[in-house]
């Protein structure tokens, strides 16, 4: 009895978390209330506050829950990707994807709303530095790069907020032909920092 | 007479434009109501419906002014720095402050409020474009960079990615020394991503 319980409320909990970014994603953080999530899951309020007491307990448990299943996924999609020639590439495409889909979209939605509310920002920030350090790793590990050599840190950390700033394009108009491009080249470039690196000093 | 009728308008519009800004970087767009921008604007509502009918009209006509007003000075503050070394870096801060000021931020309040609103996103869209080709050809002309050269154009496009996820990166936490290092290395590849254009092709 004791572990069904538990199963109905690991069930209440996801469902909650699943109608929290389908919510976020579809109204965004202003439009999105505990009421509508509540009756998109299927859960009565009372389950709800009991799981999630507010708002922002639920958004932040839904968006690390859907952060830790799109880098799982990530990581067990990029295990099929050819080692050398075009993988960096691939690991590009992979990034790009992760940020104009709902994970980059939800996160951004409690950026921008956490700005503006001290309440939020206390909770959002520690979320949004976790998410990035996550990425950060995940990137490193499928780009095979060594950290310890010099200038390969920056090289992540500006790959990373290049496509940081591609998500931000791809709200509103959706240039792929433009952000292929962009990924064409920075591959090559990267790449070549890459390999750069590991040359011993001359 | 209607001189002084044309400066009393121009005057009321530019009182609304600011407190529109002020109002959307403190509150956010869903903070932002039009009865708080007359009162803080100190004008009448009927003054205001007459020159901005919606919200809208009024957000979007505030933040074109704002980018065509900060391209204007940081064009103006880039006629005093030096050319050749270290200009790249110069321009590069430029643009970095750029996306982590009021523009940047009132830009991003009203792509992620469009993204979920299609009538907002109807007046904004075009809006963003608009800054989006501003800020490039500033961004090209600071770097007195050439874009009949192969992949300048690229590289110009990767910078300004690389700063709006800066600008992301600044919402919450803001990492100046990880900034600052991570500019600092982008000017130097940049400069040799420019200087390689510009060599005949061997």
Chains 1, 2 share one sequence.
Do not use: K, N
């Amino acid at each position: 009895m004791a572990m069904r319980q538990q199963e109905r409320s690991e069930s209440t909990r996801a469902r909650l978390m699943d109608a929290m970014i389908e919510c976020l994603v579809e109204r965004g953080w202003s439009g999105t209330t505990t009421t509508e999530v509540a009756q998109r899951a299927g859960v009565s309020r009372g389950a709800q506050l009991h799981h999630y007491p507010t708002r922002a307990d639920l958004v932040v448990a839904a968006v690390a829950h859907l952060g830790a299943a799109r880098f799982a996924e990530t990581r067990e999609a990029a295990a099929a990707l050819p080692v050398g020639a075009g993988r960096t590439r691939a690991v590009l495409e992979m990034l790009a994807e992760l940020h104009t889909g709902p994970l980059f979209r939800a996160a951004l939605e409690l950026l921008v709303a956490a700005r503006t509310d001290p309440e939020l920002h206390a909770v959002v920030a520690p979320l949004e530095a976790e998410i990035g350090r996550s990425t950060h790793r995940l990137t490193v590990e499928l780009l095979g790069a060594d950290e310890s050599l010099p200038g390969v840190r920056t090289a992540v950390q500006q790959t990373l907020d290049m496509v940081r700033g591609l998500g931000i394009d791809a709200l509103v108009s959706d240039d792929r032909t433009r952000r292929t491009a962009l990924l064409d080249d920075w591959a090559r470039h990267l790449d070549a920092r890459l390999a750069a690196a590991t040359e011993p000093p001359g």
